[in-house]
């Protein structure tokens, strides 16, 4: 079953004087500077957060935010699915002097205002999360760039793996 739909803006500082549990999901199609690197913006991204404050009384929020989407292969340039996961850990801070105080294991989460916007949040995040040349784990290049194999009779000369088995074949 699917989940409810993550809140758009909430007061995360109350969050985490509640100690608030949020999790929801967010359509890719809402996340249009994320979509924007992306082949299409089909699917969702599942969020599960958990808000509250530490020992020293610092508000933080932690989680995780993923998402399956598919950008471009920088090899052979078909589209490729990657599944992102971003992982949060931080401390909710007014500003950038208070950030500065924070213990490093927290990311700082500066906030101003009574709400904040969640999806800008976990697109933000998500976006870090991009590798910078995707690609396919086992990507066979499919054009003629680069090493370039010789031509041969008929068969998938693309393939490496042909060429390959053809060199076997000459062998005996
Ligand atoms: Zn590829």
Redesign the pocket.
């Known amino acids: 079953m699917s989940k409810a739909p993550l809140p758009t803006s909430i007061d995360t500082r109350r969050a985490a004087e509640q100690g608030r549990l949020i999790e929801g999901t967010v359509k890719l199609e809402k996340l249009s500077r994320l979509g924007s690197y992306l082949v299409d913006s089909e699917g969702e991204v599942t969020v599960d957060l958990t808000f509250g404050m530490d020992e020293e009384r610092i508000r933080f929020v932690k989680g995780t935010a993923v998402a399956s989407v598919k950008m471009t ?1 920088q ?2 340039l ?1 589209p ?1 699915t990657l599944e992102l996961e971003a992982e949060m850990n931080m401390g909710i801070v007014a500003d950038d002097e208070a950030a500065k105080q924070l213990p490093r294991y927290y990311d700082p989460y500066v906030v101003d205002g009574p709400k904040q916007d969640l999806h800008q949040l976990i697109e933000e995040e998500l976006i870090l999360t991009l590798p910078l040349i995707p ?2 784990q086992d ?1 066979v ?1 499919k054009t003629e760039y680069g090493q370039a194999p010789e031509p041969s009779e008929g068969n998938d000369e693309a393939n490496p793996f042909n060429v390959l088995a053809q060199l076997k074949a000459k062998k005996h």
């Open positions: 292969c090899r052979c078909e490729v690609q396919h990507c290049v």
